[in-house]
């Protein structure tokens, strides 16, 4: 049996129905979740007509696509949908294939809860098992703590909102916070002021004079909001010393797994930062029950930090990778990776769809190279 095959077989015990999804998808789905910054990593064509269609750069988003047209069409239980195929991407490291094969799982409609996070972890950690794969080096993040941390410093709200945005950006916070007033677009210092009325009017007049209008999938609309968004931005995104430093600790915090709750919890104390509890405690408990997983040569060497999962467009919680070892080539190349994102619906659907969502992939070929099987 083929490591694909050990893989898929050891997800299926998990129940959920088996689909196959569209290889092709419309480019504007990955581009608009992630930006224009993925673009050099996915395979797109145009068609006769000027559509732009890309080959699928992963399974998660098809199996959301059916996920929405099922729930439009009425369904509204929990689901498990599982997986297996190619998926199409331009290598970021050499030697990788354009081409390879994705096996893994979703859950939509489950309860938000440190239980289902939990059961995913041991889903990835069963099937990598059954592969005959049992060691390696875990990183864990969490992708709502920085926001949480954000919001309970109670900034500006405009500063608040560019801090989340830079975030997932590598380097994005320090650069937002050093050059924010001096980098503002000239465009958006001589709107500054008016009202979204007012931005709009000043968008149809450059249209009209330059017959002009929007390429590809953002809409008039949408460039007027982030013109008006822009225009509204604080000119002064400047912290506090302790606000920056606050943060600047969080972002270079990275400490052994089962450190992080204290850590956490420490930083939080000491800058005095309220309403916090909620999610820190369901952090510690989901720590706690991770800990005491049966997999234990996985985890000995399990890290937190706080900036780990950014590169993950549209995950928003919980989030791990598990890599072969702790080599910089390996950590580039993880063996498996799942998280929480439960606004991918509903960021799909345009509002349409809403309902939580947890998943995570393991990729065959890097584990047959582990595990010294046949792929």
């Given at each position: 049996?083929?490591?694909?095959?050990?893989?898929?077989?050891?997800?299926?015990?998990?129940?959920?129905?088996?689909?196959?999804?569209?290889?092709?998808?419309?480019?504007?789905?990955?581009?608009?979740?992630?930006?224009?910054?993925?673009?050099?990593?996915?395979?797109?064509?145009?068609?006769?007509?000027?559509?732009?269609?890309?080959?699928?750069?992963?399974?998660?988003?098809?199996?959301?696509?059916?996920?929405?047209?099922?729930?439009?069409?009425?369904?509204?239980?929990?689901?498990?949908?599982?997986?297996?195929?190619?998926?199409?991407?331009?290598?970021?490291?050499?030697g990788e294939p354009v081409e390879y094969e994705q096996v893994g799982l979703e859950r939509f409609g489950a309860p938000r809860g440190v239980e289902e996070?939990?059961?995913?972890?041991?889903?990835?950690?069963?099937?990598?098992?059954?592969?005959?794969?049992?060691?390696?080096?875990?990183?864990?993040?969490?992708?709502?703590?920085?926001?949480?941390?954000?919001?309970?410093?109670?900034?500006?709200?405009?500063?608040?909102?560019?801090?989340?945005?830079?975030?997932?950006?590598?380097?994005?916070?320090?650069?937002?916070?050093?050059?924010?007033?001096?980098?503002?677009?000239?465009?958006?210092?001589?709107?500054?002021?008016?009202?979204?009325?007012?931005?709009?009017?000043?968008?149809?007049?450059?249209?009209?004079?330059?017959?002009?209008?929007?390429?590809?999938?953002?809409?008039?609309?949408?460039?007027?909001?982030?013109?008006?968004?822009?225009?509204?931005?604080?000119?002064?995104?400047?912290?506090?010393?302790?606000?920056?430093?606050?943060?600047?600790?969080?972002?270079?915090?990275?400490?052994?797994?089962?450190?992080?709750?204290?850590?956490?919890?420490?930083?939080?104390?000491?800058?005095?930062?309220?309403?916090?509890?909620?999610?820190?405690?369901?952090?510690?408990?989901?720590?706690?029950?991770?800990?005491?997983?049966?997999?234990?040569?996985?985890?000995?060497?399990?890290?937190?930090?706080?900036?780990?999962?950014?590169?993950?467009?549209?995950?928003?919680?919980?989030?791990?990778?598990?890599?072969?070892?702790?080599?910089?080539?390996?950590?580039?190349?993880?063996?498996?990776?799942?998280?929480?994102?439960?606004?991918?619906?509903?960021?799909?659907?345009?509002?349409?769809?809403?309902?939580?969502?947890?998943?995570?992939?393991?990729?065959?070929?890097?584990?047959?190279?582990?595990?010294?099987?046949?792929?």
């Open positions: 049996m083929s490591v694909a095959q050990q893989v898929f077989t050891a997800l299926a015990a998990r129940g959920g129905d088996e689909v196959d999804v569209p290889v092709i998808i419309e480019a504007a789905v990955p581009l608009e979740l992630s930006g224009e910054v993925v673009r050099s990593r996915i395979c797109t064509f145009a068609d006769a007509d000027g559509r732009e269609w890309a080959l699928r750069p992963d399974l998660t988003l098809p199996v959301a696509q059916a996920e929405i047209a099922a729930r439009s069409a009425g369904a509204s239980d929990e689901t498990l949908r599982r997986y297996r195929g190619p998926v199409f991407r331009l290598p970021s490291i050499p996070d939990v059961w995913l972890f041991e889903t990835l950690a069963d099937a990598c098992a059954a592969a005959g794969v049992e060691t390696g080096v875990i990183s864990f993040g969490d992708l709502a703590i920085f926001p949480a941390f954000v919001d309970a410093l109670g900034l500006q709200d405009d500063v608040a909102a560019g801090l989340k945005r830079a975030f997932r950006q590598e380097g994005g916070v320090r650069a937002y916070l050093a050059g924010h007033s001096e980098k503002r677009s000239g465009l958006s210092q001589r709107l500054k002021g008016m009202d979204r009325e007012e931005v709009a009017s000043f968008v149809d007049d450059i249209y009209a004079m330059t017959g002009l209008r929007p390429v590809g999938e953002r809409t008039a609309d949408e460039v007027v909001e982030r013109l008006f968004q822009s225009a509204g931005s604080s000119a002064d995104a400047s912290l506090s010393e302790d606000a920056d430093a606050i943060l600047t600790e969080l972002l270079s915090l990275q400490v052994p797994y089962q450190e992080a709750p204290a850590a956490l919890r420490a930083l939080a104390d000491r800058a005095g930062l309220k309403g916090l509890d909620q999610l820190l405690d369901q952090f510690a408990e989901r720590t706690e029950q991770i800990a005491a997983s049966t997999h234990g040569a996985l985890l000995g060497a399990a890290q937190f930090a706080t900036r780990f999962g950014r590169r993950f467009t549209y995950y928003d919680g919980f989030v791990f990778e598990i890599a072969a070892d702790a080599s910089e080539a390996a950590m580039k190349r993880p063996i498996a990776a799942g998280g929480r994102y439960d606004s991918l619906l509903t960021d799909l659907s345009g509002g349409a769809v809403s309902a939580t969502a947890i998943g995570g992939i393991i990729i065959p070929h890097r584990l047959a190279g582990q595990s010294g099987a046949g792929s």
